[in-house]
């Protein structure tokens, strides 16, 4: 039973391209999370969803644009995809804002 | 495999030797802290939290130590085996109002059988 999912695990694409990563969540919780992590394994907050509503949003290019259809999915789709976006990016669960977070196994985005 | 581990701080230990990591949280406001380790290819997993009314929890071989004075924050391994191999990270925040998790840079543990 997989608390938090992602889709896909590695994606490898070109410059200028537009692609997406989707996460699931299977514990009920009312907040959600994007993470970017680069490759000196710094993890960095990107949005926080709660309840399908956007919370925070950490100064990241608006080619980023998050999508929650329910509480229970938070998408993640990049526009134009640029070299310096070449990470790891995680998704994560919560039932309090900002209390423990669950993540998922993370997707490695590789843009060449 | 990933050649990252070279950037961050890294601590070696012998299998069955205690570890202790530390780390320097940035906020003198922040009243809840938590403890995670990532193993290469995997997210981040929760090992232990501590608020800041406390300065030690205790959990299975693991000990958190609080510092608010110097605002510092210490995880303790006890009896350290290979499947502690991981990057460990501290996370803090602010638990009224809208805010999430800060994370700090990591320390990489390598146990040696």
């Known amino acids: 039973d997989t608390a938090v999912s992602q889709t896909p695990k590695y994606l490898v694409t070109q410059m200028g391209n537009d692609k997406s990563i989707k996460c699931e969540q299977n514990?009920?919780?009312?907040?959600m999370y994007w993470y970017k992590q680069d490759s000196k394994k710094f993890l960095k907050i990107m949005f926080s969803?709660?309840?399908?509503?956007?919370?925070i949003n950490e100064t990241v290019p608006n080619r980023f644009s998050p999508k929650s259809p329910d509480k229970a999915h938070l998408n993640l789709h990049i526009n134009s995809l640029e070299l310096g976006d070449s990470a790891v990016y995680f998704c994560?669960?919560?039932?309090?804002?900002?209390?423990?977070?669950?993540f998922g196994p993370g997707t490695r985005l590789t843009v060449t | 495999g990933e050649s990252v581990g070279l950037h961050l701080p890294t601590l070696s230990v012998q299998e069955g030797d205690n570890s202790i990591i530390n780390c320097a949280y940035s906020?003198?406001?922040?009243?809840?802290f938590i403890w995670y380790k990532q193993e290469s290819g995997k997210g981040p997993q929760f090992i232990i939290d501590?608020?800041?009314?406390?300065d030690k929890r205790q959990g299975q071989r693991v000990t958190v130590l609080l510092n608010k004075t110097v605002k510092h924050l210490s995880l303790q391994i006890a009896a350290t085996q290979p499947g502690d191999s991981a990057v460990y990270f501290c996370?803090?925040?602010?638990?009224?109002?809208?805010?999430?998790?800060?994370f700090g840079k990591g320390t990489m543990l390598l146990v040696s059988p």
């Open positions: 994560a669960s919560s039932n309090v804002q900002g209390a423990e977070q669950y």
């Open positions: 514990l009920g919780h009312d907040t």
């Open positions: 969803y709660n309840n399908k509503e956007l919370i």
């Open positions: 906020n003198s406001a922040s009243d809840y």
């Open positions: 501590i608020r800041s009314n406390m």
């Open positions: 996370a803090e925040n602010l638990l009224s109002g809208y805010s999430t998790l800060t």
